[in-house]
């Protein structure tokens, strides 16, 4: 056999796609973090691409790598929750570049790994044990929201895993856009329940609109985005990982949020 034709040992390259935002602290803010995947595995291939908005542009991200003469990707979707980008968008760039082998791997929600970030980042802001066990605290995980229903089934589970990790806290799911509750009717909801000491959680990756929209409203703390936390860059590399080991079909997807 040939050296051209002999099977790359090379792992596949690992494409982190965020949405795209036109804060500019977003795209500063996921470069962080994809240095500390590279950190966690040195040598791996990793790159950054986005949806829209941001450059590099996921398509632009492909196309160069594909004239590098790379033949393998894996796309990890740094978004939480199975909706319509990680359905349509990426698999549309990806058969768009016929020439790599790519496989979709989950969205980074729900997963242990997340609630540990998101757990973390209410720390930071002042959530203590003692928060935990008052029957006046709760919490509301703001997202930025989908049509889809089981994006926002996977956002819902991320607030269940959250409030378990929180001993037991009410967390209420709520959104940014075109998917409800929204985060005021949330906090609504949950003050008539007799909730009134209610943090805001962070259910973003970066800074931008909607994770600043939503933190606005928050009556009391409000965590900032996942950002470079350690939780998350393992969790990039737990998805990358479970999809290389997946059977492998064209343009494969595992989306399977266990």
């Given at each position: 056999?040939?050296?051209?034709?002999?099977?790359?040992?090379?792992?596949?390259?690992?494409?982190?796609?965020?949405?795209?935002?036109?804060?500019?602290?977003?795209?500063?803010?996921?470069?962080?973090?994809?240095d500390r995947v590279r950190e966690l595995r040195p040598?791996?291939?990793?790159?950054?691409?986005?949806?829209?908005?941001?450059?590099?542009l996921l398509d632009d991200t492909l196309a160069g790598?594909?004239?590098?003469?790379?033949?393998?990707?894996?796309?990890?979707?740094?978004?939480?929750?199975?909706?319509?980008?990680?359905?349509?968008?990426?698999?549309?760039?990806?058969?768009?570049?016929?020439?790599?082998?790519?496989?979709?791997?989950?969205?980074?929600?729900?997963?242990?790994?997340?609630?540990?970030?998101?757990?973390?980042?209410?720390?930071?802001?002042?959530?203590?044990?003692?928060?935990?066990?008052?029957?006046?605290?709760?919490?509301?995980?703001?997202?930025?929201?989908?049509?889809?229903?089981?994006?926002?089934?996977?956002?819902?589970?991320?607030?269940?895993?959250?409030?378990?990790?929180?001993?037991?806290?009410?967390?209420?799911?709520?959104?940014?856009?075109?998917?409800?509750?929204?985060?005021?009717?949330?906090?609504?909801?949950?003050?008539?329940?007799?909730?009134?000491?209610?943090?805001?959680?962070?259910?973003?990756?970066?800074?931008?609109?909607?994770?600043?929209?939503?933190?606005?409203?928050?009556?009391?703390?409000?965590?900032?985005?996942?950002?470079?936390?350690?939780?998350?860059?393992?969790?990039?590399?737990?998805?990358?990982?479970?999809?290389?080991?997946?059977?492998?079909?064209?343009?494969?997807?595992?989306?399977?949020?266990?």
């Open positions: 056999m040939s050296p051209s034709m002999r099977p790359s040992t090379r792992p596949p390259t690992l494409i982190a796609v965020g949405h795209g935002s036109r804060d500019p602290r977003a795209r500063a803010t996921l470069a962080l973090l994809l040598g791996l291939d990793v790159r950054l691409a986005h949806i829209e908005l941001n450059a590099p790598l594909t004239r590098e003469g790379g033949r393998d990707a894996v796309l990890v979707p740094l978004l939480f929750g199975r909706g319509y980008h990680v359905k349509h968008d990426l698999p549309a760039a990806a058969a768009a570049a016929p020439a790599l082998r790519t496989r979709i791997a989950a969205p980074l929600g729900p997963h242990p790994l997340l609630v540990e970030a998101l757990a973390d980042r209410l720390a930071e802001a002042g959530w203590t044990p003692a928060d935990s066990a008052s029957r006046s605290a709760a919490v509301v995980l703001a997202a930025a929201g989908s049509r889809d229903a089981e994006s926002t089934a996977d956002i819902r589970r991320t607030a269940a895993l959250l409030g378990e990790r929180l001993g037991g806290v009410p967390v209420v799911a709520a959104y940014a856009s075109a998917a409800t509750p929204t985060v005021p009717e949330a906090l609504r909801a949950l003050a008539a329940r007799g909730r009134h000491r209610i943090a805001v959680a962070s259910c973003f990756t970066a800074p931008g609109l909607f994770a600043s929209r939503t933190a606005a409203h928050a009556p009391w703390i409000a965590a900032a985005p996942l950002g470079a936390h350690p939780a998350l860059a393992r969790l990039v590399l737990h998805r990358y990982d479970r999809s290389r080991t997946a059977p492998h079909t064209a343009h494969h997807r595992e989306l399977a949020s266990a």
